[in-house]
Antibody
Framework: QVQLAQSGAEVKKPGASVKVSCKASGYSFTSHYMHWVRQAPGQGLEWMGVINPSGDSTNYAQKFQGRVTMTRDTSTSTDYMEVTSLRSEDTAVYYC??????????????????WGQGTLVTVSS | SSELTQDPAVSVALGQTVRITCQGDSLRNYCASWYQQKPGQAPILVIYGENNRPSGIPDRFSGSSSGNTASLTITGAQAEDEADYYC???????????FGGGTKLTVL
């Protein structure tokens, strides 16, 4: 079955970096984009960015430009998301989610399925 | 602030029908998808392409769209439907994606 298995929880100090992994299985890895979404404690979902199937193109939310890097290793079917210059506000659960897209009548649509189990990143001095 | 607007909280009596809405200009051009999230769990997809259900999602979940508003309807809400619901779509420029702020559904 399709699975996205993320790396374990991390505790980091302010100013440090963190790299979260997302290993895909059960489908053709290079046929799908992958999105990253985060959720701060008690807050809603926040879209961070997306990487293309071959791993040579990314699109980040403006808020994360310059501080987030998404990469892909197609040989191991693993995506990575690195956040640098961590601050307390980056404390959140980080999710990867597989992308789908299609046309429905005259409208295009995208959806995320499945999601990884989430990785808690805690930033604290 | 989010480009997609949802009511923060909605309640429904057990077995009744509830509609959760999502408003945003981008919804005139792009379809919404909907996600259910229960405490401590990852979100799961419940509706895509405005009114398509993934396998395993009960048929009491349906979606619709009109103008700048997408809706998720639960017909005959069950206790297990109590959760947070998020809509998602491309943003107004079409360059990125955005989530609504989420709606907390309480089943009374």
């Amino acid at each position: 079955q399709v699975q996205l298995a993320q790396s374990g929880a991390e505790v980091k100090k302010p100013g440090a970096s963190v790299k979260v992994s997302c290993k895909a299985s059960g489908y053709s890895f290079t046929s799908h984009y992958m999105h990253w979404v985060r959720q701060a404690p008690g807050q809603g979902l926040e879209w961070m960015g997306v990487i293309n199937p071959s791993g040579d193109s990314t699109n980040y939310a403006q808020k994360f430009q310059g501080r987030v890097t998404m990469t892909r290793d197609t040989s191991t079917s693993t995506d990575y998301m690195e956040v640098t210059s961590l601050r307390s506000e980056d404390t959140a659960v980080y999710y990867c989610a597989r992308d789908f897209s299609g046309y429905f009548g005259e409208k295009a649509g995208w959806w995320f399925d499945p999601w990884g189990q989430g990785t808690l990143v805690t930033v604290s001095s | 602030s989010s480009e997609l607007t949802q009511d923060p909280a909605v309640s429904v009596a057990l077995g009744q029908t509830v509609r959760i809405t999502c408003q945003g200009d981008s919804l005139r051009n792009y379809c919404a998808s909907w996600y259910q999230q229960k405490p401590g769990q990852a979100p799961i997809l419940v509706i895509y392409g405005e009114n398509n259900r993934p396998s395993g999602i009960p048929d009491r979940f349906s979606g619709s769209s009109s103008g700048n508003t997408a809706s998720l309807t639960i017909t005959g809400a069950q206790a297990e439907d109590e959760a947070d619901y998020y809509c998602n779509s491309r943003d107004s420029s079409g360059g990125r994606w955005v989530f609504g702020g989420g709606t907390k559904l309480t089943v009374l």
